[in-house]
């Protein structure tokens, strides 16, 4: 492999991985409070997507307008599931919220078949024209996109922190991973905090449809299902319940994918089986993945 | 007493774990500015008690009023903002908050940001530990310190009624009369105290009266001078026949 194309490769690796990262934290975020892998999460992605073009198309709206409501939009999608599907099943078995997980997905997804139809759409139009200008760098020819994928990632990232270890609601949310009714007692509406959690992870989830969408421009109701699973075994990766965790494991997953695949042409076709064996490797091997803790029986 | 003086009034509890009958009928008031105690054996009912009146569990029937207010099956977030706040048994620190972050949390429900200074510095005195221990994690410190940590952050909401669960359980001697002592003090501000023992000897010196609880009744209550004399009491809570 040459130095431009590894070059390329390091960035497509870095993009893609960003991107896992991003929608890994809703993952990540919601098991740690609740214990509950929220397999609607893949399809939250995929309704921002719609919804950022739907904004341009329909509404004609600008797009970086379009693309702000539809990263609100996906945040109140995340509030409503954990209101009208998890909400009601808090002092349920564990199983029972996760079956109602996997229905919630099947739910979106059939959603968006009837309401936006099977077919797909192109994401072309909305991508604002410079971002698809090619700039070489290094000999190494790159879309601006792919900076400003990066670069806008990274920011969500940055604030994605900021809020979870410099702000009151972040602390709570900190607090209930550990301990729901002690949070309680402090006087903290448990609900408001886990929405809110919802929301976040959710809002992520819509900028990372929607950057998955520029880069990979069709949209269609199932195009949620992979990036979720990968950025799923991000999580795993990681150590489910740790934000860090899951942002390393995003980038390390990524940049695998890119990389393995850069080496070695000829696997060009497994891609996606590499995530699976990480998954199968770790599950064997570190179950608390990279940065996780054991989970200690309280006595 | 007088009607008005009341802080806390529970009228027949009765408290179910699924078919478990935990709370049989428990009446009990808690005058302001008192210290009351309840005291009994394991598994009486006494953290029953008081999770219910936080509303953390529910009651099947019965009434709790604070300051004249129906509570009763309030969520827990409501109760302590109207004043009433929690020791919970066994300390339950944020393991992965730090010290300063354990406290602001016993603060959330308050935006008056002189007034939780105050409160800290007032907590500093109670605890001068706690000043150099403000950025460790709250999970690092050793059981006495989270006992002092988990008293004031429930001091941190400034609450009318604090309600202590087990408080100088697992501490060395020395230091469970450091607590018995700061509760003292704490009810010297004007903090009226409910608090729940097994250290029935300490409780009962502390306490202005006392309520002695055995499998979800109430079997005996009195002002403390009169129960620390009590034959019954004695042979069984105090070790000395």
Known sequence: ?299 | MSREELMLEVEDLHVYYGAIHALKGISLKVPKGAIITLIGANGAGKTTTLTTIAGLVKARSGRIKFMGEDITNKPPHTVTQMGIAMVPEGRRIFPNLTVYENLMMGAYTRKDREGIQEDLEWVFQLFPRLKERLTQLGGTLSGGEQQMLAISRALMSRPKLLMMDEPSLGLAPLLVMEVFDVIKKINGEGTTILLVEQNAMGALKTAHYGYVLETGKIVLEGPTDELLQNEEVKKAYLGVA
């Open chain 1, 1 to 299: 492999m040459s130095g431009t194309i590894f070059l390329q490769n390091l960035f497509n690796g870095l993009t893609l991985g960003g991107l896992y990262a991003l929608i890994a934290i809703g993952y990540t975020m919601v098991y740690g409070i609740l214990r509950l892998i929220n397999f609607a999460h893949g399809d939250v992605l995929m309704i921002g997507a719609y919804l950022a073009f739907y904004g341009v198309t329909l509404m004609s709206m600008p797009w970086y307008i379009s693309v702000v409501v539809a990263i609100l939009g996906s945040a109140g999608l995340g509030f409503l599931i954990d209101r009208v599907a998890y909400k009601p099943l808090r002092e349920s078995p564990r199983i029972s919220a996760l079956i109602t997980a996997i229905g919630m997905s099947f739910f979106l997804e059939s959603f968006a078949v009837v309401v936006f139809g099977g077919i797909p759409k192109s994401f072309l139009s909305i991508t604002p024209r410079f971002l698809k200008k090619v700039v070489v760098v290094f000999g190494a020819r790159i879309q601006v996109l792919t900076f400003f994928a990066l670069a806008t990632t990274v920011a969500l990232l940055a604030l994605l922190l900021w809020i979870v270890y410099k702000t009151k609601i972040g602390m709570a949310m900190r607090a209930i991973a550990t301990d729901i009714p002690t949070t309680a007692l402090m006087g903290a509406n448990i609900d408001n905090i886990i929405g809110f959690t919802f929301a976040l992870g959710s809002a992520l989830a819509g900028a990372g449809g929607i950057i998955w969408a520029m880069r990979y421009p069709q949209i269609n109701p199932y195009m949620g299902f992979m990036p979720g699973l990968k950025a799923f075994i991000a999580a795993v990766f990681g150590g489910i319940g740790s934000i860090q965790g899951a942002m390393l494991g995003g980038f390390i997953l990524g940049m695998m994918e890119i990389m393995i695949v850069g080496f070695f042409p000829q696997l060009a076709g497994y891609r996606d089986v590499f995530a699976f064996v990480i998954l199968i490797l770790i599950l064997m091997f570190k179950p608390t993945g990279i940065m996780g803790k054991k989970l200690t029986v309280k006595v």
